[in-house]
Each structure stands twice: as structure tokens, then as C-alpha cells.
């Protein structure tokens, strides 16, 4: 019997996904493991007017490509592997670019307007940079492990089908 790989183009949407949710994943473990260590060293100042700045010039037409495409790349990619091996695969990639999504939009991005409106440095830090790394720490998880499931995915979707006895 023939493999059911999700039809035309699905391996190439899947591939996208993937690559989508890796960046993505690879810019969240960035702050976990390097910049926001870095800014933990700064006097209060210092650390909200670089988040501040970081925060405004993510803002852009790359990022929101992998960010808003991981998701919507990772849900086309799922319903093209409905009737395959890799569909629980792929539903759980999407599931936790749909996790990470909503993290962001309910945590990290209200904390990121807090800070953005916030006249003291020391009470802007405090209400802050313990939540959001935390949040953030949350949604590196998701992510890593969305890009896995998309991973294995794509290594079932390449496995040989074989028929259920």
C-alpha cells in the first residue's frame, strides 16, 4: 500500500513549521541563557531602557514572519497530516506553538507594556524581570518542545508505511 504523506506540498509546509518553531524556539532560549542573565547584571536604569528597546525593535517584519508563521505553518502542517503516522505529531506541534502564542500575548506582552509606561526604574525592574523571565522560561519549554514533536514528524512522516495486521 501506498504511504499517505498529507498530499502535495504538505512535507514542504511541515519543513517550513519546523524551521519557523526552531527559530523561534532558538530566540526564547536566547533570553533564558544569555541576555536576560546579561541584563541581570545592569543597575535598573540600564536594564529598562534596553528592554525597552529590545521590545520595540522586535517589532518587526522578520520576526513576526517566524513568530505568527510557526503557528499558522504548524496548523496547516497538522490538518495536511490528519490521516497520516506523523498527525498526533504534528496536532502537538501545533498545540505548543498555540501554547506559546497565548504565553506571550497574556504574559510577556502586557509585562512589556507595563515596562514600557513605567516611570521609576526600581519599581518598573521589580514588577518586571522575575514574572517575565519566569513566563519566558515557560514559553522556551513550549517551544523546544513543539519544534521536537515537529521533528518527529517529519522522521514518521519518512518512515515506511506499514499496515496494521
Known amino acids: 500500500m501506498t504511504q499517505n504523506r498529507g498530499g502535495k506540498g504538505a512535507g514542504a509546509v511541515l519543513g517550513a513549521a ?13 533570553y533564558v541563557c544569555s541576555v536576560m542573565p546579561a541584563l541581570a547584571r545592569s543597575d535598573d536604569r540600564v536594564f529598562v531602557e ?3 528597546n529590545i521590545n520595540e525593535v522586535i517589532q518587526n517584519p522578520v520576526f513576526f514572519t517566524a513568530f505568527l508563521g ?3 505553518l504548524t496548523g496547516v502542517a497538522a490538518w495536511q497530516h490528519r490521516a497520516t503516522g506523523a498527525r498526533v ?3 502537538a506541534g501545533f498545540v ?3 501554547a506559546v502564542f497565548l504565553v506571550t500575548t497574556a504574559a510577556n506582552v502586557p509585562l512589556n507594556e507595563a515596562l514600557a509606561t513605567a516611570s ?3 519599581a518598573a525592574r521589580s514588577a518586571f524581570e522575575d514574572s517575565w523571565v519566569a513566563w519566558n522560561t515557560v ?6 518542545a513543539g519544534l521536537v514533536c515537529l521533528l518527529r514528524a517529519m ?3 519518512r518512515a515506511p508505511y506499514r499496515e496494521s495486521a
Open 70 to 72: 510557526a503557528p499558522i
Open 89 to 91: 505529531w504534528t496536532l
Open 155 to 157: 522522521t514518521v512522516r
Open 96 to 98: 505548543l506553538c498555540v
Open 139 to 144: 514559553r522556551t519549554v513550549l517551544s523546544v
Open 120 to 122: 521609576d526604574p526600581a
Open 18 to 30: 519546523t524551521v519557523a518553531t526552531g527559530l523561534v524556539a532558538g530566540l526564547l532560549f536566547a
Open 50 to 52: 534596553v528592554m525597552r
